[in-house]
Structure formats: structure tokens, C-alpha cells
């Protein structure tokens, strides 16, 4: 999975790859302080998902405590051929954090 941040608009959304844990939890809590974001969705694809759980959590309960709450949490899989030319599924999550 590439290491992004994509911003739109009204689209925060953070996608969770190999970068240092505290990248991502800064990255959130930024976009919530600095943006003023009031919903800031956490994306994650295969092993990365329990990442994004953690992130989600940290953000939630250590540094925005009482200011930021859980939305929505979608949860899908894709399907895609690999290198060797197999299909293969990878599940993905999309967790979303909101403003209270």
C-alpha cells in the first residue's frame, strides 16, 4: 500500500502504511487542530488494519480526549492481481473519527 495523505476538500482521510506509528496519530491530530477537520477518516488495507485500530484509539483516548469521538467504521475487501498473476483479496477498513 503507498504511504499518503490524501486531502480533498472535505475529504481527511489518513492511509496507514509503514511509516512510524507517531507520524500517523501527529498526522490526525493535526488535521483536527491545525485544519479544523470535524471528521477525519483512518484507511488501512491488509496487515496494516490493527494499525489503524491503534492509531484510532491513541488519537481518541491520549490526545484528543473528550474531543473527538467514533463514527463510522466500514470495513470491505478488494480483490486484485499480484505480481505472479494470482487474484488475490485484501481486506481494507475505513474508521472514521469525528468532532463532538
Known amino acids: ?20 506509528f507517531m507520524n500517523y496519530v501527529t498526522g ?3 488535521q483536527f487542530t491545525t485544519q479544523n477537520a470535524k471528521e477525519v477518516i483512518v ?9 489503524a485500530v ?7 483516548k491520549r490526545f484528543l480526549e ?6 463510522n467504521i466500514k470495513i470491505d475487501s478488494e480483490e486484485f492481481e499480484n505480481k505472479e498473476g494470482r487474484q488475490v483479496r485484501v481486506s481494507t477498513i475505513e ?3 469525528m468532532r463532538k
Open 43 to 51: 484507511k488501512a488495507r491488509g496487515k496494516f488494519i490493527s494499525r
Open 95 to 97: 474508521i472514521s473519527l
Open 66 to 71: 473528550n474531543q473527538v469521538e467514533l463514527g
Open 1 to 20: 500500500m503507498t504511504e499518503r495523505t490524501e486531502r480533498k476538500d472535505d475529504d481527511h482521510s489518513i492511509f496507514v502504511g509503514g511509516k512510524p
Open 28 to 30: 490526525v491530530v493535526m
Open 54 to 60: 491503534d492509531i484510532a484509539e491513541v488519537v481518541r
